[in-house]
Nanobody, 122 residues
Framework: AQNLVESGGGSVQAGGSLRLSCPAS?????MGWFRQAPGKEREGVAA????????YYAGSVKGRFTISQDKAKHTTYLQMNSLKPEDTAMYYC??????????????????WGQGTQVTISS
């Protein structure tokens, strides 16, 4: 089982940057980041195949967010640049334990963390 604990959230002004971190308890097939703002549906933001490093982004963050990993530490990062007020949300780290597909669908993941809040002010 994976115990995912996100860190790195906070409050910044629009245009600023934050880096989220998520250490996994061991090997995974893929890792993902999701977000959910109050009153809105949960949205897949980015995913990474931990084997070959291939990535997948939502259109809303492509070019601004970068998902990466430190394989030795089983840690996944989400570098968020050029942040906008609409990026304000609770951000969740997810893990797909077994072979599946690189995905931005919550239902494709086996484990998730408690979330870290990101607040962007205008």
């Amino acid at each position: 089982a994976q115990n995912l604990v996100e860190s790195g959230g906070g409050s910044v002004q629009a245009g600023g940057s934050l880096r989220l971190s998520c250490p996994a308890s061991g090997s995974t097939y893929s890792m993902g980041w999701f977000r959910q703002a109050p009153g809105k549906e949960r949205e897949g933001v980015a995913a990474i195949h931990t084997g070959d490093g291939s990535t997948y982004y939502a259109g809303s963050v492509k070019g601004r967010f970068t998902i990466s990993q430190d394989k030795a530490k089983h840690t996944t990062y989400l570098q968020m640049n050029s942040l906008k007020p609409e990026d304000t949300a609770m951000y969740y780290c997810t893990a797909q334990q077994w072979c599946g597909k690189l995905s931005l669908l919550w239902s494709d993941y086996d484990y998730w963390g408690q979330g870290t809040q990101v607040t962007i002010s205008s």
